[in-house]
């Protein structure tokens, strides 16, 4: 769990979570914030170079039909992050904010273990977005 500051809060009021979910974690773990250099990671480690790919979501999403918030974890993003992680420098970052209870609960996993994770829930699903061809909606946390 995490305490935001004032003006974090202003800015998850007004829907700017995914981009302050990658600034919380690049805070919490001492990286730096670097969404523009590559699709497949949002943070860098400033000695080790390890990247971090941060997904975010909340606890219920949705006003007309509520339903319970997933992480949409891509298939592109889980291979290149896999190849880093050969290496030992690469890690998901999952951000999960409950607005009910005022919380935000950030958990790191390695890319083999999220890898472990889509496979047994069933492996990949097409995306149905042109920007990428696969993923995998996840329930993490909750």
């Not at 000695?47 to 909340?58: C, D, L, M, R, Y």
């Not at 992050?81 to 950030?106: C, H, S």
Request: charged share 35%; with cysteine; hydrophobic share 35%.
């Amino acid at each position: 769990m995490r305490d935001l500051s004032r003006h974090q809060k202003e800015r998850l009021q007004s829907g700017e979570t995914a981009t302050l979910a990658e600034e919380l974690v690049a805070e919490v773990y001492d990286l730096d914030h670097r969404p523009d250099d590559a699709f497949w990671y949002d943070c860098v480690h400033p000695n080790s170079g390890a990247k971090t790919e941060v997904k975010s979501t909340s606890v219920r999403i949705g006003e007309k039909y509520p339903a319970h918030g997933r992480f949409r974890l891509r298939h592109d993003q889980t291979r290149s992050l896999l190849a880093a992680d050969a290496r030992g420098v690469a890690w998901f970052a999952f951000v999960l904010y409950d607005f009910d209870r005022g919380e935000i609960r950030i958990r790191r996993a390695k890319p083999s273990t999220v890898s472990k994770w889509v496979r047994e829930a069933g492996g990949w699903n097409e995306a149905g977005h042109e920007e990428f061809e696969e993923q995998r909606k996840m329930y993490l946390m909750t």
